[in-house]
């Protein structure tokens, strides 16, 4: 298949300078604040963003190599399938986290709700909105009943060796 | 600043032919069935998803040439920044799907609520726990009392031309 080729249009900065000790899900940094400076080609991107109380911020994961299509989860004692978790190990390493929007100064943006490393690549910005999303019942497969856990866990190394 | 290279885990089918027609949110393709076949590579990362309802896919807006930092939203009459709307015509042009999950045959997964283009790359899949999400107030910026028609508006030509 083609190669796809993406450009980082800024930078996240955050309190974590190494994935140990990484909140595992943005609600386990609640209240953590970081930052995110845009390049400055960018800028007029960014009009109207201020209004919205919430981002979708999609990035890269630098500091993972290579990928394990099976791999064992923070909350879990069995390997899960790489599609049914958000571990960063992933055949394309892309993150994607909810933050709480606090200001926007220039091309710098301020935010709450932090779950990635300092320096971490941004690729995209999109404002939540979450009427667009379904209001069905949701099953939560083999998380149901350890979502929770998610709010007090941090992550340890075991994303971080390679296969 | 460097580039990040991606490769599509598999393709999205849905009805869509083109972008003109396309809904222009989940919601309003509510229904609507879609299904990705996964590269075979990637088969054992599928262990364990098809417990969940519920799925994010992030893909890439193949059709999509260049960017606007500003474009028109459908739903509105002012220009807007790119990084306050999902059009797909953006620096990174990647796309973020929720979709309700039918099932897995293999390396097919069929899914409802489908607002792709039929020959969509697909760059990664995540279960959709909306625990993990935060519930403060929620602001809609220039959506605030628009959303609403998401689900009924359809995509036209807006976003073809290139700048």
Known sequence: MQTIIYR???IIHTPFQEQVGVPIQPTAGRGL???LTLEPEYLPGLKDLAGFSHLLLL???HLSEGYSLQAQPYMD???RGVFAMRAPRRPNPIGLSLVRL???EGATLHF???DMVDGTPLLDIKPYVPFFRSTDEIRLGWLTGKSRAATTTHADDRFLTTE
């Open 8 to 10: 980082p249009i800024g």
């Open 33 to 35: 604040h970081g930052y």
């Open 59 to 61: 990035y890269h994961f």
């Open 77 to 79: 004692e069995t390997p």
């Open 102 to 104: 606090e200001r926007i």
């Open 112 to 114: 709450l709700d932090v």
